[in-house]
């Protein structure tokens, strides 16, 4: 499981806990029989809806208003206890003894068709898990959540990295770090949070920031993926990912609980291994205690549900331990929580299933009932009298309950707003020790009371996070007025050393509140090529960056490179002014001189170095170009994007300058003309077009349009999101070529309509169809032809949409008409990830197919199968190509992502 560095220490933050600040406290100690205490066994007083948990030491503590309660203690794998107490002016001492509770399998259990029940079970569960997702409306909560941990190992190398020492710096080895808050968290359906912190308590000082555990409030095991990455095993296609044992059922009052082991069919780190019980009936989460193995360490997550009104059963407890063991670092970590629920409110327009409404003690009104069933209700009702459900039928359940939750939902806006809203109490640091000992539902350990007593003194107020990041800093900051660290070897450097460490590798610059000014550097990398017209190139560059109005801006970038074996110094100068954020208003200007290529797609500069450097093998061919473009482009309705461009350029041909290579110096280098059958010449169907010095005016119009276009708003201005509609575009561009003996103008028209599904558990569907054509042909140029993505080189630099990897670079294009098409499906397992080596890797399997026309050459297919995500950062594919009906070729690509 891919987990980002808030998910290692917050993961645990999955939902709820508690505030109280009366007298009267019930407490006491929870053990086996064996006198073993039971850490963060679940505390629930059914009549406040009102749950705690346990310390590592077994001990709770809990203050109540006075009067009578049933409290119920509960430890997964154990039998309930249920206790009934009067609280008047004094407090209670109630010692529990927790019984092993013992899961037996009833003969009437056994399918006729002989499959383990758990199929049954887990499909009924899977199949309503829509359903518990969608029940509840609102709900109102008092939450309290606690959390500690240690960094028990850290490679000296880091430590001298990351400017920390043992004895010294913000974070230190061995050191347990405390802290716990107090918040009242609001839930309206189906995605609003609003996140109130009441009080924050820590071992260091929280001024500079605490993580949000929002984003984990939010999760639940009911939807498909937890924390972006973990399958869930109530996901749709969790029989895919998982094995599900019976273990027995128990009775537990009025309800029936089914003990589900879950094992992973493979070992990855994107699944859980451990076990889940089931209510049956209502096929429900009534606890899990599931464990994950990932990259990082070793997470395991254990939650307690609870009914608290009309037989919904939500989360009161929750646990969370992580042994962290990740590039020499070792670690540990622990949170655990508990909740008040002050407000429960189900969402009545749901039908609810028989089995509710027998398990709604309290008997409320059901307002659907009133209205007779639908057809998708009565075939609800119908799947869940099956005994035996088939894999088809959970499928069915899960689509019907997941659209009777859709149409009991107002239509979403199109604008996507922030999901939390954080609000801090300006005392939320400034409690004292005796408002925490009052309202603190779990006892201190000795090693949190120890950790708590290291806090500094005194605390400013607390500093709220964005709650869609997480910045962790390690290691002591920089102060003013401070000796340390970076500043001390910055104050050893002398000013000559400072410019030419600046001049070498750059700086940025801020000239006012608004205004930047950054200087690549004159050993500027991305600036540094060789090619066989250029020789070695090598160039810097700067960007001067100014803020207008809240969200406006205006950049200019001037860049100068040479080339060595041309002797020509090339430069480009680009500038664009953002005027209109809300509508993404923006002017843009370009000029330069240069060398380009004579395809957009192209070939990467840093593998045509290496390519010509080592192998002699210079895949790029090259036009010189003296250009200028203007144009503008701006949002006319949501969703619909105009853009008008213009263009002058002076084309010239170019000769190969420069002879040089580290290896294989005896073979010749190839001529700079594409390997393109127009270039050439003498191919059936394709009239002459040779590279000729020409000018070049053209004026292109692209409209876009996206239905229903979400987006969102920062800072003034406007982002887009996703759509649940593909993408349609139109371009047309209207060109004049002038030479001395072949003046003429054209017209180019294409369009094209892609989209990108995510769904499931990491899966992905992405395709594109684009088709177009020239009008006035005869006037068309080899720089303005319809090139397609070809990438030939088996080592490629980034990703590369909608190549064709087996073909020659710039060796398809077509001056005619012409279509492509491209499918791409990706996901976690299909072929390879279930081997043992692989199948603990964050890599993905695509499946893909390329197809082109054109009206000179027919059909081209390419199919492909790779893995993507190797270390993260590479894919390996392997590809064959067809022409018509024929085989035609086959490679492998190795694709690095570097940014």
Not at 25 to 49: C, F, H, N
Not at 250 to 260: F, P, T
Not at 339 to 351: A, F, I, N
Request: charged share 20%.
């Amino acid at each position: 499981m891919k987990m980002r560095g808030r998910s290692f220490l917050l993961i645990a933050l999955f939902l709820t806990p508690f505030i109280t600040n009366q007298a009267q406290v019930l407490r006491g100690r929870i053990t086996d029989t064996g006198g073993a205490p039971m850490p963060a066994a679940s505390v629930y007083i059914t009549e406040l809806r009102q749950g705690t948990t346990s310390n590592s030491d077994g001990w709770y503590e809990i203050s109540l208003p006075p009067g009578n309660y049933t409290v119920n203690y509960q430890f997964l794998g154990y039998l309930p206890v249920t206790r009934q107490f009067t609280l008047t002016g004094n407090g209670v001492t109630a010692d529990i003894v927790l019984t092993e509770q013992l899961f037996e399998i009833p003969p009437v259990r056994v399918s006729a068709s002989g499959k383990d029940p758990a199929y049954f079970i887990m499909r009924k569960a899977i199949g309503m898990a829509p359903f518990h997702l969608s029940q509840v409306k609102m709900w109102q909560a008092e939450v309290y959540i606690r959390g500690g941990g240690s960094v028990d190992k850290i490679p000296e190398m880091l430590k001298r990295r990351m400017k920390i020492e043992s004895n010294g710096g913000d974070l230190k080895e061995g050191r347990y770090y405390f802290s716990e808050s107090v918040n009242m968290i609001t839930f309206n359906a189906p995605d609003r949070y609003v996140h109130r912190v009441i009080s924050s308590n820590s071992s260091e000082d929280l001024t500079q920031g605490q993580a949000s555990p929002m984003d984990f409030i939010e999760a639940s095991f009911y939807q498909p993926v937890l924390v972006e990455m973990a399958i869930s095993p109530l996901a749709p296609n969790a029989f895919s990912h998982y094995i599900f044992s019976f273990m027995g059922s128990s009775s537990q009052g009025d309800y029936v609980i089914d003990k589900i082991s879950v094992t992973p069919r493979r070992k990855s780190q994107q699944l859980f291994t451990g076990v889940i019980y089931i209510v049956e009936d209502l096929w429900a989460i009534h606890s899990l205690d599931l464990t994950n193995e990932n990259m990082a360490g070793r997470i395991r997550v254990r939650q307690l549900y609870t009914p608290v009104k009309e037989g919904i059963w939500m989360p009161v407890s929750h646990e969370f331990n992580a042994d962290i063991a990740f590039m020499g670092v070792k670690a540990r970590a622990a949170y655990t929580s508990a909740v008040k629920y002050l407000e429960v409110e189900p969402d009545r327009s749901m039908r609810r299933p028989p089995a509710y409404e027998m398990a709604d003690a309290a008997g409320a009104e059901d307002v659907t009932s009133e209205r007779p069933k639908s057809a998708a209700e009565r075939e609800i009702d119908a799947l869940l009298a099956k005994d035996d459900l088939t894999a088809r039928d959970m499928s069915r359940l899960a689509r019907l309950n997941e659209k009777n939750a859709r149409t009991t939902r107002v239509k979403p806006p199109l604008e996507i707003e922030d999901k939390t809203t954080v609000i801090v109490e300006d005392d939320a640091t400034s409690r004292d020790s005796a408002y925490w000992a009052e309202v603190r539902p779990i006892p201190l350990t000795r090693e949190e009371s120890a950790s708590l007593a290291t806090a500094p003194a005194a605390k400013g107020k607390l500093a709220v996070r964005d709650t869609t990041t997480l910045s962790i800093t390690i290691g002591a900051g920089s102060h003013p007025g401070s000796a340390s660290g970076s500043d001390t070897a910055g104050m050893r450097k002398t000013p000559a050393s400072r410019f030419i460490r600046d001049l070498a590798g750059g700086k940025r610059w801020q000239l006012s509140k608004n205004t930047f000014l950054e200087f690549d550097g004159l050993a500027d990398l991305k600036s540094f090529s060789f090619n066989t017209v250029d020789g070695f190139v090598a160039g810097t560059g700067m960007n001067l960056s100014v803020k207008s109005g809240k969200a406006g801006r205006f950049t200019l970038a001037p860049s100068a490179r040479y080339a060595f074996s041309r002797e020509r110094l090339m430069w480009n100068v680009t500038a664009n002014m953002l005027y209109d954020p809300k509508h993404s208003g923006n002017i843009f200007f370009r000029a330069g001189s240069q060398s380009d290529e004579f395809s957009p797609s192209g070939v990467n500069q840093l593998v045509n170095t290496v390519s010509s450097l080592f192998f002699r093998d210079n895949m790029m061919r090259l036009y010189g170009s003296r250009y200028i473009i203007a144009g503008h482009r701006s949002d006319i309705a949501n969703g619909l994007t105009l853009s008008v461009s213009g263009m002058y350029e002076k084309r010239d041909t170019l000769t190969n300058n420069s002879s040089f290579s580290i290896f294989r110096k005896d073979r010749p280098w190839s001529e700079n003309i594409p390997d393109n059958p127009y270039a050439t010449g003498g191919s059936e169907g394709y009239d002459y077009e040779p590279p000729v010095s020409h000018r070049h005016l053209s004026i292109t119009t692209s409209l876009t349009w996206t239905p229903r276009q979400r987006y969102r708003i920062a800072d003034g201005a406007k982002i887009p999101a996703d759509s649940d509609y593909p993408t349609f575009a139109l371009s047309w561009r209207h060109g004049y070529n002038y030479s001395d003996n072949r003046p003429g103008s054209y017209d180019f028209i294409w369009g094209e309509v892609s989209r990108t599904s995510r769904y499931g558990a990491l899966n992905e569907f992405r395709w594109r169809v684009r088709a177009g054509g020239f009008l006035n042909r005869e006037n068309v140029r080899l720089q303005d032809m319809y090139y397609f993505n070809t990438q030939s080189s088996p080592v490629l630099l980034n990703f590369y949409e909608d190549a064709f990897y087996l073909k020659p670079c710039y060796s398809v294009s077509s001056r005619k008409s012409f279509a492509e098409g491209h499918v791409r499906y990706t996901t976690p397992t299909l072929l390879l990830k279930r081997l043992p080596v692989l199948s603990r890797t964050l890599m993905r399997e695509n499946i893909s197919l390329s197809v082109l026309w054109t009206a000179e050459a027919g059909y081209y297919y390419e199919t492909g199968y790779s893995l993507s995500e190797v270390f993260l950062v590479g894919t390996v594919g392997v590809y064959a190509g067809f022409t018509g009906t024929s085989f035609e070729s086959a490679g492998i690509r190795v694709i690095l992502r570097i940014d």
